[in-house]
C-alpha cells in the first residue's frame, strides 16, 4: 500500500469548515492537497497557504482557494512532509528545497502537523543531509563557516550542473553530518551565520507526527 498516501489523506480529517491550512511540500503532503481538493470539490470551504510554488500550482489545480500573510495573522492548521523525524518530532525538512517557506508557515500555525512514511522515522538526525538555503551572494564566505560544524557540504545541483534555485532566488547547502546530538544548538548556531537564510531543522515546532505504514497501518503520534 501506499504509505505516503495513508498519512497525507489521514491529516485532513483534522481539517474543518473555515480552516486556513498551510499547504506542505512534497511527495507525502501531495496526497494531503490532493484530498483536501476533493473535500473543497464536496463543498468544504477553507482557506490554503502554500509553502512553495510547486504546491501553489497543485492546489490552484485542485481550486483550493488561497490566501496570503496580509490577509491573515494566523494559519489554523499546516499538514507537511519530512525527510527525518526523531522520537521527540524534531525534523530535518528540505529536500525539496522548501524549507524556508516551509518554516514560516509551520511557525505561524496554531498546529503542525508532520505527514510521512515509515522510512523518515529515526532513532537520531543526521543520516539525511541537512539542507540550509544560503545566499548566492559570499556563498563562498558562509560555506567556510558552516563547515567549522564538521559537516561535509554540497550545493545542490541540476542536471546540467546548474545549481538548483530556490523558490525564494536562492541556493541551497546540502550538509552530511556524522551525527546531529544537539539539533537545538545547530539550529541556531547555522542561523547566526551571515549568509544563513534557514536551515532545515525544525526543533520542537511539530504538535502532530503521523505515519503511514506500507501493510497499510497507520499511527498518530502527539508532542
Ligand atoms: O521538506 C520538504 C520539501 O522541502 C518535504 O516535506 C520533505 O522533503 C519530504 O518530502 P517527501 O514527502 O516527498 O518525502
Not at 541556493?171 to 539539533?183: M, T
Request: net charge negative; with cysteine.
Amino acid at each position: 500500500m501506499n504509505a505516503k498516501k495513508i498519512a497525507g489523506e489521514k491529516a485532513t480529517e483534522l481539517i474543518t469548515e473555515g480552516m486556513v491550512v498551510g499547504l506542505g511540500t512534497g511527495s507525502t503532503a501531495f496526497w494531503a492537497v490532493e484530498k483536501l481538493g476533493e473535500l473543497v470539490k464536496n463543498g468544504l470551504n477553507i482557506k490554503g497557504i502554500p509553502t512553495s510554488k510547486s504546491t501553489e500550482k497543485l492546489a490552484i489545480e485542485m481550486n483550493i482557494p488561497l490566501i496570503s500573510f496580509s490577509d491573515v495573522n494566523h494559519i489554523d492548521i499546516t499538514i507537511d512532509g519530512a525527510d527525518e523525524i526523531s522520537p521527540t518530532l524534531d525534523l530535518i525538512k528540505g529536500g525539496g528545497g522548501a524549507l524556508l517557506r516551509e518554516k514560516i508557515v509551520a511557525f505561524a500555525s496554531k498546529k503542525f502537523v508532520v505527514v510521512a512514511d515509515e522510512s523518515k522515522y529515526v532513532n537520531e538526525l543526521g543520516s539525511f543531509p541537512l539542507p540550509v538555503e544560503i545566499t548566492p551572494f559570499g556563498f563562498e564566505a558562509t560555506i567556510r563557516e558552516i563547515q567549522k560544524f564538521k559537516c561535509q557540504t554540497k550545493i545542490r545541483k541540476l542536471e546540467k550542473n546548474e545549481p538548483f534555485i530556490t523558490d525564494n532566488g536562492n541556493y541551497i547547502l546540502d550538509c552530511y553530518f556524522e551525527s546531529i546530538e544537539d539539533s537545538s544548538f545547530l539550529n541556531t548556531q547555522l542561523n547566526l551565520i551571515p549568509g544563513v537564510v534557514e536551515n532545515g531543522l525544525f526543533v520542537n515546532m511539530a504538535d502532530q507526527v503521523i505515519i503511514g505504514y506500507n501493510d497499510g497501518d497507520v499511527k498518530v503520534l502527539d508532542k
